[in-house]
Each structure stands twice: as C-alpha cells, then as structure tokens.
C-alpha cells in the first residue's frame, strides 16, 4: 500500500434549472468524493483547477483548501462537496490537482482527473 494516496472522484451534474442557453450561459455543478486510501494521515491545503470550454478557452483556479475547508483525512476516512462553474458553451472539461500535507510533513499532490461538464445528450 501507498502510504500516501488519496482517491478523487468526480461527478458533474448540468443545471438547466440556473442555464439560459439563448444567453450562452450554462451552469454546472460537479460532487467530489475525496478517500484517503493511503497509510497517512495528510490534509488538504490547496487546489488548483483547469476549467477548458468548448471553444478552447481555459481558466486556471487556485486556492486554499476547498468550499472554505481544508479537511483532515486519516486512512480510510473520506470528504464529500459539491460546488460548481459556469461556461458560455454547453460543453467544458476540469480536471486539476489537490495539494495534500501529511501529518509526518511530507506535501505531496493528488491528481484531480479529467471530466466532461455536458448540457447536451450528445456525448457517448
């Protein structure tokens, strides 16, 4: 086992409800599900997104901790949130990465993969 590993899993969920297509406005907001699988203790520190639209625009985010938190996982723990992102195209990607720091002082980064924010019914 890793003793320092950390499961990230996105899920993204479109909200027509806070769209205005005719406006170009799409709103999406995704849920992460963040497991410590590692044998370390470590909290989560920073972030850092790269959120790409349709049109190939990309922004990058970073920041401290996520929605105002900076969890602390022991092995087998997890942490949940949900936030969200908007775009002037019905499709973008994120993807980005977690700073984490042990309890023993080790900082090491934890991948975020990639996922699609869709409006449409079009992906497969």
């Known amino acids: 086992m890793n003793r320092y590993s950390i499961k990230v899993e996105p899920t993204p969920f479109y909200l027509a409800d806070q769209s205005d297509p005719a406006q170009d406005h799409y709103v999406f907001a995704y849920h992460i599900r963040i497991e410590n699988t590692g044998e370390a203790a470590a909290r989560l520190v920073s972030r850092h997104w790269i959120i790409t639209d349709a049109e190939g625009k990309v922004e990058e985010v970073r920041g401290p901790g996520v929605v105002g938190e900076q969890p602390h996982l022991a092995p087998g723990e997890s942490y949940e949130y949900t936030s ?36 449409t019914r079009t992906l497969h």
């Open 84 to 119: 969200g992102s908007h775009f002037t195209t019905a499709v973008g990607t994120m993807q980005g990465s977690y700073q984490f720091v042990a309890d023993d002082g080790v900082d090491f980064e934890v991948p975020i993969p990639a996922f699609v924010l869709s409006a």
